[in-house]
Nanobody
Framework: QVELVESGGGLVQDGGSLTLSCVAS????????MKWYRQAPGKEREFVAG??????????FYADSVKGRFSISRDKAKNTVYLHMNSLKPEDTAIYYC?????YGQGTQVTVSS
């Protein structure tokens, strides 16, 4: 069974940092690009960051809104993809979802207080 399980969300102050984790299971982790999306209240889900498969050389790409503040990484041994978030802003408040192709995890809430 293919599954994505996120963790690491929480409440943080403006300018703070958090690291989200997504543990993948049920598929060959290295063969797939992995992405993070987020959805703020009343808004559509939006792309945040992605990291390519082993075949792509693990290419990395970010939404303009998080460039320079967020970084994505993956650990093959742990079947885990991470989202390291620095200099968080209140507008980063959202539910963050891990994604593989059409599959999303259950999400983890990130709240940034001003």
């Amino acid at each position: 069974q293919v599954e994505l399980v996120e963790s690491g969300g929480g409440l943080v102050q403006d300018g703070g940092s958090l690291t989200l984790s997504c543990v993948a299971s049920g598929f060959n982790f290295s063969e797939y690009s992995m992405k993070w999306y987020r959805q703020a209240p009343g808004k559509e889900r939006e792309f945040v960051a992605g990291i390519g498969s082993r075949e792509s050389g693990h290419s990395i790409f970010y939404a303009d809104s998080v460039k320079g503040r967020f970084s994505i990484s993956r650990d093959k041994a742990k079947n885990t993809v991470y989202l390291h978030m620095n200099s968080l802003k209140p507008e980063d408040t959202a539910i963050y979802y891990c994604n593989r192709y059409v599959l999303y995890g259950q999400g983890t809430q990130v709240t940034v207080s001003s």
